[in-house]
């Protein structure tokens, strides 16, 4: 019970500071744009907001989900059922390991984090086997951004004569791409 009391309080801290309030308020606010009737004759405006709107979407309901899930199971406790205490044991054990997770996204604060990136990748000096290792290096984000659910699209390419690539430049699209990617220097 204290333990669910414990993690009932980290998430209300972790939610002032993620602004999950205004979060809804800007959510709504999409929501109203969406909702009018030329709001799909730019296409490229819409998909933007529609982006936006999802993605704040998805934060506000991850959050909202692991509230009610704890409070729900503060509700279990309460009722003080021995052969529900096994069970409401667990069910804290997990919920704490999916805090963890979300709590990850706090070290993701930075004024970019949660938008595109642009990766750029060169081999310099080094010869085959520096165009090698930068080929290899952009699989890997490649295959990761992939994994991420994330879109790339490769911008600018040289590659070497014999293996892999001078330089790349590709784009990666996705809900804090550059706050996962930006150590990747």
Do not use: C
Not at 25 to 30: F, G
Not at 159 to 184: D, P, Q, W
């Amino acid at each position: 019970m204290e333990r669910l009391k414990a993690l009932q309080s980290k998430i209300a801290e972790t939610q002032k500071l993620l602004k999950i309030d205004d979060l809804k308020k800007k959510m709504e606010a999409l929501a109203a744009e969406m909702n009018r009737p030329d709001f799909w004759s730019d296409q490229k405006t819409a998909q933007t907001v529609a982006q936006d709107y999802q993605n704040i979407k998805n934060e506000v309901d991850k959050w909202a989900e692991i509230e009610g899930q704890v409070n729900d199971l503060l509700d279990l406790a309460k009722s003080e059922d021995l052969e529900m205490q096994k069970e409401i044991e667990q069910q804290t054990i997990e919920l704490e390991k999916k805090y963890s997770e979300y709590e990850f996204f706090l070290l993701l604060n930075g004024p970019y984090d949660g938008k595109n990136a642009i990766v750029a990748i060169h081999a310099g000096s080094g010869g085959t086997e520096a165009q090698d290792w930068a080929e290899m290096l952009t699989r890997m984000i490649l295959r990761f951004s992939e994994q991420m659910g994330w879109q790339t699209r490769i911008i600018d390419e040289a590659r070497g004569a014999e293996a892999g690539y001078k330089s790349i430049m590709f784009e990666v699209k996705g809900h804090y791409a550059y706050g996962y990617l930006k150590s990747e220097h």
